[in-house]
């Protein structure tokens, strides 16, 4: 079974303070991403890589950087958190193969408040 | 472009009645499609996944979903609920060739005892 983890469940941090977020997947998987889950707004991507080193904006990149400096990990870092990036963050990964669209593969999510 | 409408926000059933979670896709090329479940506090899980072979598709937990083209929709039943269904569920599009994958806003399925 693929395994995605999230260094943390719970976060509490606040304003202005540097947050990193990392994920680790088991796989082997070539794509990582990171999504911000708020209520009725269903998940927003926010970056994600498809090779070490190699990053792409999503849809809400503004106010988050990320790094990939090994095929397994993936960090999404706020330079100075916010209370608007109070949130639920979710890491997934995925296999580039196959001629489908590719299944994503996520990690239990990491619940940030910024105070 | 891909896009991804879940038409209930909520859905309300009772214990052993079916379940009904209604999702309209748009696509511009042949479609793969997920159900995703979110239980309280957790990451999401694969439900199923539509991608051309068959157009009625099985997942686990006697969840099962239909693929119809005409009316592009991708609607997840269940013959009979149960209490551990109780979730929040995604419907999700994507296309061979992008990685990223498209979410709806999710409807939350309560069970009534």
């Known amino acids: 079974d693929v395994k995605v983890t999230q260094s943390s469940r719970y976060l509490v941090k606040r304003t202005g303070e540097k947050v990193f977020l990392e994920c680790v997947q088991d796989?082997?998987?070539?794509?990582m991403f990171w999504y911000r889950q708020d209520p009725g707004l269903g998940l927003r991507l926010i970056y994600f890589s498809y090779d070490v080193k190699m990053k792409e904006k999503g849809d809400i990149p503004e106010g988050y950087s990320v790094s990939r400096e090994k095929k397994e990990r993936f960090s999404l870092i706020l330079e100075s958190a916010s209370t608007n990036q109070t949130s639920m963050y979710l890491c997934?990964?995925?296999?580039?193969?196959?001629?489908?669209?590719?299944?994503?593969?996520f990690g239990p999510g990491t619940r940030l408040l910024v105070l | 472009a891909q896009s991804v409408t879940q038409l209930d926000s909520h859905v309300s059933v009772s214990e052993g009645t079916p379940v009904l979670l209604r999702c309209n896709y748009s696509?511009?090329?042949?479609?793969?499609l997920f159900w995703y479940v979110q239980h309280p506090n957790k990451g999401l899980q694969l439900l199923l996944k539509?991608?051309?072979?068959?157009?009625l598709v099985k997942g686990i937990n006697g969840f099962e979903a239909e693929f119809k083209k005409s009316e592009t929709s991708f609607h997840l039943t269940k013959p009979s609920a149960h209490m551990s269904d109780a979730a929040e569920y995604f419907c999700?599009?994507?296309?061979?060739?992008?990685?990223?994958?498209?979410f709806g806003t999710g409807t939350r399925l309560t069970i009534i005892p």
């Open positions: 796989m082997d998987h070539e794509n």
């Open positions: 696509s511009s090329y042949s479609p793969s």
């Open positions: 997934a990964s995925s296999l580039d193969t196959g001629n489908t669209a590719k299944t994503q593969y």
């Open positions: 999700v599009v994507g296309n061979f060739g992008n990685e990223k994958l498209t």
């Open positions: 539509y991608t051309s072979a068959a157009t």
